[in-house]
T-cell receptor, first 113, second 110 residues
Framework: SQQGEEDPQALSIQEGENATMNCSYKTSINNLQWYRQNSGRGLVHLILIRSNEREKHSGRLRVTLDTSKKSSSLLITASRAADTASYFCATDLPSGGYNKLIFGAGTRLAVHP | NAGVTQTPKFRVLKTGQSMTLLCAQD?????MYWYRQDPGMGLRLIHYSVGEGTTAKGEVPDGYNVSRLKKQNFLLGLESAAPSQTSVYFC?????????FGPGTRLTVT
């Protein structure tokens, strides 16, 4: 069973608009990470937020984490056509010593020029 | 640095054939992972390794075997391929929380 589930499954916006993707999970976590996957490529790490953090920024990315609701959101501001990709959240469980990630099914983002 | 590389990039197998996928990393990472990605689903962990000579089962290990004889290499074997193993396979490595992924191997079993 999947730990993380993204919402929406697909999102289509115009360049310059903001894109928000949400992730819900089921059990306690050490941290939550967001990855991007361009078509036909491997995943690339975007940002990590620890369980004791509520918000984190990296360039045009803003991630929030609400551990009481077991949810996270990824906001991409001023989107560009190059942001077109699938975005995955991944939760790192308290599993004792190694980084075992559980991935959600992803949100497909299309940014139109 | 090449990062994480995977060979081959594509492969077509007949049911019952065997093959080995090779993953190599040049970042001296301790942890390595094999995932499979199927349409509409996220990545699922097949096997992983926390260091040279160690391996452990992930979420979907059945039908696969792995070996980590050298720190930089992690091999995924299919002894008797089945159509259900048609998928895209990704290898990743890590020395902390962030995982670094290879470009993937697209495997089709007919």
């Amino acid at each position: 069973s999947q730990q993380g589930e993204e919402d929406p499954q697909a999102l289509s916006i115009q360049e310059g608009e903001n894109a928000t993707m949400n992730c819900s999970y089921k059990t306690s976590i050490n941290n939550l990470q967001w990855y991007r996957q361009n078509s036909g490529r491997g995943l690339v790490h975007l940002i990590l937020i620890r369980s004791n953090e509520r918000e984190k920024h990296s360039g045009r990315l803003r991630v929030t984490l609400d551990t009481s609701k077991k949810s996270s959101s990824l906001l991409i501001t001023a989107s560009r056509a190059a942001d077109t990709a699938s975005y995955f959240c991944a939760t790192d469980l308290p599993s004792g010593g190694y980084n075992k990630l559980i991935f959600g099914a992803g949100t497909r983002l299309a940014v139109h020029p | 640095n090449a990062g994480v590389t995977q060979t081959p990039k594509f492969r077509v197998l007949k049911t019952g054939q065997s093959m080995t996928l090779l993953c190599a990393q040049d970042m001296n990472h301790e942890y390595m992972y094999w995932y499979r990605q199927d349409p509409g689903m996220g990545l699922r962990l097949i096997h992983y390794s926390v260091g040279e000579g160690t391996t452990a089962k992930g979420e979907v290990p059945d039908g696969y075997n792995v070996s980590r004889l050298k720190k930089q290499n992690f091999l995924l074997g299919l002894e008797s391929a089945a159509p259900s193993q048609t998928s895209v396979y990704f290898c990743a490595s890590a020395d902390g929380y962030e995982q670094y992924f290879g470009p993937g191997t697209r495997l089709t079993v007919t």
